[in-house]
Each structure stands twice: as structure tokens, then as C-alpha cells.
């Protein structure tokens, strides 16, 4: 299994960045996605989780801003980040499930791609 995020970058606050995950090596269109973040000296936090099925679930402080999608075909998961906000920053890592709805835990985690919200 494989995971690679890409699309971080630095970005003033109210600005938008869109991240991806290429997956590779299972199938992907049976797994729950996640996306998790870890700020410095904070622990990593669950940010958004969509279940093989698109069902969709997001921590409290990004709802209305991000949205998690996946294009099955493709095997890719994606974050789209509006409204940032510096409190936002920190290295994003996609994850797969291991179940198809997600809740279950995640097995497999990518290296992360570092996002910086300036204000």
C-alpha cells in the first residue's frame, strides 16, 4: 500500500489550498479516506474521513470550510481547504480506513505534505 499526498504549500489566511492522495496497491473504492493534521506540539487530529460509499465526516473546526472527496477511478482522495485559517497549519496526512465506513481505524498512513496559513 501507498499513499502519497501532494498540494501543500503556503498560503495567506482566507485563501484556499486543494490537496490530493494517490493510492496505490488495494482497492481503493472499498476503503474509507481520512485525512488527519498535525500542528506543532499538538497531537495529530482526525480532520475529515469519507467512507467508500462518500459518506462524509469532518472535525467541528473545519466544517463549512473543507470538503473531502474521492474519485474512485482515479484513486484519489482530496481535501479542498477554504477560509483558511493560520490555526490550520500543520502537516496533512491522508490514511486509509480499514473498513469501508470510517470509524474503524486506519492501517496505512502517507508521509504528509506540510500546509503554512500565514496571517
Known amino acids: 500500500v501507498q499513499l502519497q499526498a501532494s498540494g501543500g504549500g503556503l498560503v495567506q489566511a482566507g485563501g484556499s489550498l486543494s490537496l490530493s492522495c494517490a493510492a496505490s496497491?488495494?482497492?481503493?473504492?472499498?476503503?474509507?479516506m481520512t485525512w488527519h493534521r498535525q500542528a506543532p506540539r499538538k497531537e495529530r487530529e482526525l480532520v475529515a474521513a469519507?467512507?467508500?460509499?462518500?459518506?462524509?465526516n469532518y472535525v467541528d473546526s473545519v466544517k463549512g470550510r473543507f470538503t473531502i472527496s474521492r474519485d474512485n477511478a482515479k484513486n484519489t482522495v482530496y481535501l479542498q481547504m477554504n477560509s483558511l485559517k493560520p490555526e490550520d497549519t500543520g502537516v496533512y496526512y491522508c490514511?486509509?480506513?480499514?473498513?469501508?465506513?470510517w470509524g474503524y481505524g486506519m492501517d496505512y498512513w502517507g508521509k504528509g505534505t506540510q500546509v503554512t496559513v500565514s496571517s
Open positions: 469519507i467512507s467508500s460509499g462518500g459518506r462524509t
Open positions: 496497491g488495494f482497492t481503493f473504492g472499498s476503503y474509507a
Open positions: 490514511a486509509k480506513g480499514r473498513r469501508a465506513g
